[in-house]
């Protein structure tokens, strides 16, 4: 069973990223409760979802400030404020905004809209599973390329093709196999599915997962917790 999973949203639901019997792998699921079922013998699960979230006690997280101050510009952009927990299970944007509004008084973006599905199924699975907490935590790609590149930000968006090859150098000089995973994932599935900036996210956060749990830094501050107790946090390794 893999002990280290990195896992990143894709439109298929979600893709995992573990060594499995000597062999690295990638495996699409449904739901993250399957990601959770798949590797029930796992140390540490890295996924790129805000897990944490803001409040009316605590309408910006901490962990975001400082992950756009860590990364800078054009990548502190992809750092943007998530859902409060009541706006990402709303049924429509309209009213995801209004209950967002009331609650930390901001609106949401359509890149947070887009997200709030996962966030709701992440969070309602943690909130119910205590032991899930101890094992899946929150990271963000571009904080985790940012550490695996000596502390400098991607110079590129993810979806360009010299931000794709920007991050295949980082990670393959960390993970020697990291372009055959991709093309192997490029080959077996349609990109209305999934894409390679996908693969790349949970294989950085694979890569990070498997690290040594003292060379695992924490992007994180005051409050260190949201409002029922979940760490707002990213992972990454230096």
Not at 46 to 64: H, Y
Not at 98 to 122: F, P
Request: glycine share 6%; net charge positive; charged share 25%.
């Amino acid at each position: 069973m893999a002990r280290f999973v990195g896992v990143d949203g894709c439109r298929f639901g979600w893709v995992a990223v573990a060594e499995e019997a000597g062999r690295l792998e990638y495996r699409l699921f449904g739901a993250m409760s399957e990601v959770l079922a798949a590797h029930p013998d796992a140390e540490r699960i890295l996924v790129d979802i805000p897990i944490g979230l803001p409040s009316k006690q605590c309408p910006v997280r901490p962990c975001d400030l400082l992950a756009r101050k860590l990364l800078g510009a054009p990548r502190a952009s992809s750092v943007f404020p998530p859902p409060s927990r009541a706006a990402c299970r709303a049924a429509s944007v309209a009213e995801a905004r209004r209950i967002n509004l009331s609650e930390v008084e901001r609106s949401l973006s359509e890149q947070a809209w887009g997200i709030c599905r996962k966030v709701a199924e992440v969070d309602a699975l943690l909130l119910a599973q205590s032991a899930a907490r101890k094992v899946v935590r929150e990271m963000h790609p571009e904080v985790c390329f940012y550490g695996l590149n000596a502390r400098r930000p991607m110079a590129h968006a993810k979806r360009a093709k010299a931000g794709v090859a920007e991050r295949i150098t980082v990670l393959t000089a960390h993970e020697p196999r990291t372009r055959a995973l991709l093309e192997r994932l490029l080959g077996e599935h349609r990109r209305k599915d999934v894409q390679a900036d996908d693969l790349l996210d949970a294989l950085v956060g694979y890569v990070t997962a498997r690290a040594k749990t003292a060379a695992i830094q924490r992007v994180q501050g005051s409050p260190a917790c949201d409002d029922r107790g979940l760490p707002m946090e990213m992972l990454y390794l230096v």
